[in-house]
């Protein structure tokens, strides 16, 4: 529900070792090329499969960097597969020696390249195994000139990191990126860092990022997300509860097998609804799954992995789910990271009796109002 991309391949553990990195222990497992193979060639029953069959990209990669030493010669296996099939791929990279290559082979993709830092001295300690700010930005221009969308991820956005936040914007607008997507530093209970880690990152920064986010770090990545806008990129936050074009060009470049998102969801309900409508789960299951089976699919993990709360206590692990049950429990429990709950636009119905207004099926009905002000 955030990325409009349904499949990733994410191959060994990432060589740059960022010092942030959830994945730099080493412990992230690896992707097999053997089963991915088999998805893309409908050898497996699995729900990869039944996007690879519709034509879905892959998404080169979220949990590893594609073009580090240990990934970038199956990144260019990959994709002369996906080329060869009519997948698309697209790319999430700090760069690395086969980034063109793959780029020559893939044809007109969308590339997001992070870019943390102004100071190349900064992003030095921070990330010391990973290409330089000033190869990124040589490297985001040249896949612009060579037809691609890209994005930058200032992400994660640190104000101690940054340095020149405007004038990285104009050096990001300058190499013609589209978008800007920006996360605040975010740590899980279980992340452990050495003290060499915290020292080097900052003790405040560290203690600020095991923490949820307050009111004044919020107003700070906010105001950096408003300046980006006045330079003309499009900005993506998550829980960005305004209309935006920020995946337009995924829609636009792969065409087939992409998935409708919570973002998708909410132009809709910008550009169809009167403030204080009523929102129904029909409406958005029907907008979000247009176009997919409705048949039971081994997807539990979707939400399972990130919402563990869910099948412990509340709800019957079923196994295999439809889309329809997926997106059933984000809408019952507000708490799944993808509930539209969490999206200050809308809020839910209550009665005179401020109980919960549900639908003929049992759904809670929520309302939607643009600048999420329900008090008036
Ligand atoms: S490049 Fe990305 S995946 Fe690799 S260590 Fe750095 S943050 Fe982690």
Same mark, same amino acid.
Request: include cysteine; charge should be positive.
């Given at each position: 529900m955030l990325h409009p991309v349904p499949l990733e391949f994410s191959g060994a553990p990432c060589g740059y070792?960022?010092?942030?990195?959830?994945?730099?222990?080493?412990t992230q497992s690896s992707g097999k090329l053997s089963s991915f193979k088999s998805c893309l060639t409908g050898e497996s029953r699995s729900a990869a499969s039944y996007f690879a069959a519709l034509g879905s990209p892959v998404l080169l990669?979220?949990?590893?960097?594609?073009?580090?030493?240990?990934?970038? =010669?199956?990144?260019?296996?990959?994709?002369?597969?996906?080329?060869?099939?009519?997948?698309?791929?697209?790319f999430q990279t700090k760069g690395g020696g086969k980034v063109l290559e793959a780029a020559r082979i893939a044809g007109r993709s969308c590339w997001y390249v992070t870019v943390s830092y102004f100071d190349d001295s900064t992003r030095a300690k921070i990330e010391p195994h990973s290409p330089s700010v000033k190869y990124r930005l040589s490297l985001i221009s040249d896949l612009v000139k060579m037809g691609n969308v890209v994005y930058a991820g200032v992400n994660p956005?640190?104000? $101690?990191?940054i340095g020149d936040e405007d004038?990285?914007?104009?050096?990001?607008?300058?190499?013609?990126?589209?978008?800007?997507?920006? $996360?605040?530093?975010?740590?899980?209970?279980?992340?452990?860092?050495?003290?060499?880690?915290?020292?080097?990152?900052?003790?405040?920064?560290?203690?600020?990022?095991?923490?949820?986010?307050?009111?004044?770090?919020?107003?700070r990545i906010g105001a950096f997300m408003d300046k980006c806008r006045a330079a003309g990129l499009r900005t993506f936050i998550f829980g960005q509860a305004q209309p935006s074009d920020f995946?337009?060009?995924?829609?636009?470049?792969?065409k087939k097998g992409c998935l409708q998102n919570n973002q998708g969801f909410i132009n809709h309900c910008f550009a169809t609804l009167e403030d204080y409508k009523r929102v129904y789960f029909q409406d958005y299951f029907a907008f979000v799954?247009?176009? =997919?089976?409705?048949?039971?699919?081994?997807? $539990?993990?979707?939400?399972?992995?990130?919402?563990?709360?869910?099948?412990?206590?509340? $709800?019957?692990?079923?196994?295999?789910?439809?889309?329809?049950?997926?997106?059933?429990?984000?809408?019952?429990?507000p708490n799944v990271a993808f509930s539209l709950l969490r999206f200050s636009c809308f809020a839910q119905c209550v009665d005179d009796d401020s109980k919960p207004v549900l639908d003929d099926d049992g759904n809670p009905v929520l309302a939607?109002?643009?600048?999420?002000?329900?008090?008036?």
């Open positions: 070792r960022c010092r942030y990195c959830f994945t730099k222990d080493g990669s979220n949990r590893s960097d594609p073009f580090c030493k240990q990934n970038e =010669l199956n990144t260019i296996e990959i994709t002369k597969l996906l080329a060869g099939v009519g997948n698309g791929a697209a956005y640190v104000p $101690e990191w004038a990285l914007i104009r050096a990001l607008t300058d190499c013609g990126v589209y978008g800007v997507w920006s $996360e605040l530093l975010h740590f899980g209970r279980k992340t452990t860092l050495s003290d060499d880690d915290t020292a080097v990152m900052g003790e405040d920064v560290v203690r600020r990022a095991h923490k949820p986010a307050d009111d004044f770090e919020l107003g995946w337009q060009p995924y829609y636009d470049i792969y799954t247009a176009g =997919l089976t409705d048949k039971r699919l081994q997807i $539990e993990n979707y939400i399972r992995v990130h919402n563990r709360f869910l099948f412990f206590r509340k $709800e019957k692990s079923p196994g295999k789910m439809t889309f329809k049950d997926v997106l059933r429990l984000s809408w019952k429990y939607f109002k643009r600048d999420g002000n329900f008090e008036e």
